[in-house]
C-alpha cells in the first residue's frame, strides 16, 4: 500500500496517462456502443420483426457470457486477415462496442415494448404518426430504463478496458499487468485501486445522470 | 358469545395509540363488519383477534378463552382468515392453496382433496376445472374466491375478512358479496369483516363497530346506526341523508315481495304450523276471508290457543304500493316491526315489505349513485 | 427451437475453431510450440476444479447471507451487506484478482479466493432479492393461516425464491468460468494458460485455443443451470411469466 502510494507521488503523471487513455478508450466505445444499441434496439422493436428480436437479444444474452479473451482473440485474428493492426486501440475498441452495446440494446427494447399500450393509444388517438410517437410518446418513457442499460454498460467496459490493456490498449490496466509480470505490488496495488476508484466514481456519477434525465413526473412511482 | 373484547387496547412502542379501550361482543353466527375511515384501527383491532398484532392492553376472549393463553399457531388454525390482497401461494395449485390449514393440521391427503373440492363448488366454482390451476391462470374475481374457500380450509367456526372484496371491479364485488351473503346462511360462521364501504358494511353486517381514531363510536345494527346515528360522525359517515334521498326515489311496489304465505282467521292453529313448516319459515300473515289484512302469528305463539284468530298480533300499521322507502322504513323503524304489510285502499292484502329488501334496495341505490 | 439452434450454433463455431487451430500444420512448424488435445482437455478440467471449488464457497457461504439478511433479527445489516455487494459489483474482475497477489502471493489458494469473492456477489444479491421481493401479502397470509416461522420459510419462503437464487448461481458460475481465465495471472491454472500464453506471444490462434473453449464452457453451464432452474421452478410461477 506504502509502495504504491510512494510510486504515486514519484509519477503522478504517469497514473494520469493511464487514467486517460482509460478514459478516452471507454469513452469512444460508449459512444459508438449508445448510437449502435439504442438503433438496433429501436429497429427490433418494430412490427412484424419479433422473430429477429427475440434472435438478438438471445445472441446479446450469450455474447455476454462469452469472456473478453475469446472476443479479443477473435478481433485480432479477423483483423490481421484484412490486414489491419492486430493490437492496441482498434480491436479494443471493437470489443468494448461489441459489449457495450447489449445491455444498451437491451434495455432499449425492454424500455420501448414496455410503454404501457394505453398511452400508444392515446398517442394515435391524438392522430399522431408512428414517428412522433416514437420521439414524443416511446423514447421520453423509456430514457430512464435506457439510461439503466448505458450505466451498467460503462461499468462493464471500464472493466473489460483494464484487461484489453493485454492487448496492448494501455491504460490503468497496464500498471496491473506489469506488476504482475515482475512481482511489483506496487504496480498492482496502483492499477487495481485506481481502476476500481474510477469504476466506482463513474457509476455514482451515472446514477445522478439518470436522475437529471428521468422525466419529472416518472420519479415519484 | 364467540368473540368478547374487553377494553382491547394498541400503544405501539412509538407512543401512538392505536386502538383505545374498545369493547364489543359478537355472538356465535353472526357478521360483525368493523367500519371506518382508513387508519381508524379496524385492521387493527381485526389482526389482534388473531394475535397478528400483539394486543398491549384488555382483553380478547375467544369462546371464553383469553387468547393470549391459546398457542398462537393453534388459535389462527382455528381462525380463517381472508385479506383484500388474497395472499394465495404462486407456487401452490388452487387445490393445495385451500388445503393449507388443513394440511398444518395433519389431515391426509384424500380429505383435503374433497374438502377442497367441496369448498370450491361452494363458491361457485367447477372444482374439476380449476382444483389444478395456479393462481396466476385466474381471475381476479376467481382468486377472490379461491381466498374465501382458502380462509374455510379447515372449517374454522370463525372468520376473519379484511376487504376480502376490496380490490375487483364494482360488478364484480356485488356479486361476491350476494354469493358470501348465501353462503353465510348456510355456514353460519361468526365473521368479522373489516371495511371502509358503509354500502358494504350495511348490506353484509348483522352489526356494525363503526371506529374513529382508535376509538369505537357506535356499536349496533346496520339499521340503528344509519337512522340512529348516535352522533354527528356517525351520521356524516354514514351519509344518511344521502341514502335516504335515494330511497325516495323508489316505491314500495317496485320492491315487494308478492307471493307470501297467508293464514285465514278462523283455521286452527295447527294448520298455520304445518304451512310454517312447508314453507320454512316462522311467521304467516293473517288475512279473513275477504283477503283483508288482519295482523301476524309467529311460531312462538301457536301454541297459545286453539284458533288463529285468538294468539295472532293484529297490527294496523301497513303501507300502500305507492309508499315511497324511506317513509316504509321510518314506519318500520318506529314500530319496531321487521315486516310491514302492503295493502290496497280497503285493505286487501298485496304484499309485504321486508328489512332485508329495504337494505338490499338501499345498496342498489349507492351501487347506482358510485357508478354514475 | 431458433434459440436452440443459435446455442448449438455458436457452440459448434467455437468447439470448431478449436479443433481447426489445434489441427493446423504451420502453427505446428512456426516459431511457438502449439497445445495439443492433451493439453486442452486437461486444462479444461483443471479450469473446472477451479471454478467448482469457487463456486460450492460461494454458494455455501452466499445463499445463507443472502437469506439471513431478510430475517427480523438480522436485517440492518442488510443495507451494509447488499450496499457491499452492490460496490463489489463495480469493481472490475481484474482488479479483485490482481490485489490478491500482494494480500494472498501468488498460488493457486489466491486464485481460487479471488474467484470466489467476486462469484459471491450475485449469490448474495439474488438470495437477499429473491426473499425480500416475495409478496407481504403472502407471508402474511401464511402467517395469518398459523403456519409457524420454519413452515412459512420452509413451505412459501424458500420455494418462492428458488427460482431468483439459482438465477444468481447461475450468473455467478458463467461469470466466474470467465473470470477464471485472469486468475491465472495469480497462480490459478486451466484454459487460462493456453490463452495469456497466446496474449503474451501476441499469437491470436493461441489465444483462441484457449478462450474459444473457455467460452464454449461457459455457454455450456449457463445452459445446463438454467435447465436445473426451470425444473425447480414452480409451475405456478411460469404461467405468471408467461402471461406477462
Known sequence: MLGAWEYLVKHPEKLAGWALEHLWIILVAITIAIILGVIVGIYITGRGKEHMADTVLYLAEIMMTVPSLALFGLLMLLLTSVGLKAIGFLPAVIALIIYGQLPILRNTYMAIRGVDPAMIEAGKGMGMTERQLLVKVKLPLAVPVIMAGLRNAIVIIIGIAAIAALIGAGGLGAPIFRGLRNARMDLIILGGVSVSILALLVDAFMNQVERWVTPEGLKRR | MMIKLDLVTKVYPDGTEAVKEVSFEVEAGELCVLLGPSGCGKTTTMKMINRLIPITGGKIYINGGDSTKMNENELRRNIGYAIQDIGLFPHMTVGQNIGTVPSLKGWPKAERNKRAEELLELVGMNSGEFIDKYPSELSGGQCQRVGVARALGADPPILL???????????????????????????????????????????????????????????????????????????????????????????????????????????????????????????????????????????????????VKEVMNSSAITVTVNTVLNEALSLMLSSGANNLPVVSKDNRLQGVLSFDIIRKALTEVSQRRQSE | ??????????????????????????????????????????????????????????????????????????????????????????????????????????????????????????????????????????????????????????????????????????????????????????????????????????????????????????????????????????RGLKVKAAMA
Do not use: C
Open chain 2, 161 to 307: 375478512m379484511d376487504e376480502p372484496f376490496g380490490a375487483i371491479d364494482p360488478i364484480t364485488r356485488v356479486r361476491l358479496q350476494d354469493e358470501f351473503l348465501k353462503i353465510q346462511q348456510d355456514i353460519k360462521k361468526t365473521i368479522i369483516f373489516v371495511t371502509h364501504d358503509i354500502y358494504e358494511a350495511i348490506k353484509m353486517g348483522d352489526k356494525v363497530a363503526l371506529m374513529k381514531e382508535g376509538q369505537l363510536v357506535q356499536y349496533d345494527t346496520p339499521a340503528n346506526l344509519l337512522y340512529r346515528p348516535k352522533n354527528e360522525f356517525v351520521e356524516d359517515f354514514v351519509g344518511a341523508d344521502r341514502a335516504l334521498k335515494g330511497l325516495q326515489l323508489i316505491r314500495v311496489k317496485e320492491v315487494m315481495t308478492s307471493s307470501l304465505p297467508t293464514v285465514k282467521a278462523d283455521e286452527k292453529a295447527e294448520a298455520a304450523r304445518e304451512r310454517m313448516e312447508q314453507e320454512g319459515i316462522d311467521w304467516l300473515v293473517v288475512v279473513n276471508d275477504d283477503g283483508k289484512f288482519l295482523g301476524w302469528v309467529g311460531k312462538a305463539e301457536l301454541g297459545k290457543g286453539e284458533l
Open chain 3, 1 to 234: 427451437m431458433r434459440r436452440r439452434v443459435i446455442l448449438i450454433g455458436l457452440l459448434m463455431l467455437l468447439v470448431g475453431l478449436t479443433i481447426w487451430i489445434t489441427n493446423l500444420e504451420w502453427i505446428k512448424e512456426g516459431v511457438y510450440k502449439p497445445f495439443t488435445w492433451g493439453d486442452i482437455m486437461s486444462a479444461t478440467i483443471s479450469h473446472l476444479e477451479m471454478v467448482v471449488i469457487a463456486e460450492l464457497i460461494a454458494i455455501s457461504i452466499g445463499v445463507p447471507l443472502g437469506i439471513l439478511v431478510t430475517r427480523p433479527g438480522l436485517r440492518r445489516l442488510a443495507t451494509p451487506v447488499v450496499g457491499g455487494v452492490g460496490v463489489g459489483q463495480t469493481i472490475p474482475s481484474l482488479a479483485v484478482i490482481a490485489i490478491m497477489a500482494p494480500l494472498l502471493g501468488f498460488g493457486l489458494n489466491s486464485a481460487i479466493v479471488a474467484l470466489f469473492i467476486y462469484g459471491l456477489l450475485p449469490i448474495v444479491r439474488n438470495s437477499y432479492a429473491g426473499i425480500n421481493n416475495i409478496d407481504s401479502a403472502i407471508v402474511e397470509a401464511a402467517r395469518g393461516m398459523g403456519m409457524t416461522r420454519g413452515q412459512i420459510a420452509r413451505k412459501i419462503e424458500l420455494p418462492l425464491a428458488l427460482p431468483v437464487i439459482m438465477t444468481g448461481i447461475r450468473i455467478s458460475t458463467v461469470i466466474t468460468v470467465g473470470t477464471a481465465e485472469l486468475a491465472v495471472l495469480v497462480g490459478g491454472k486451466g484454459l487460462g494458460l493456453i490463452t495469456l500464453t497466446g496474449v503474451f506471444s501476441m499469437q491470436p490462434l493461441t489465444i483462441l485455443q484457449g478462450a474459444a473453449p473457455t467460452a464454449a464452457l461457459a455457454i455450456t453451464l449457463g445452459f445446463i443451470l438454467e435447465r436445473i432452474e426451470n425444473s425447480m421452478t414452480s
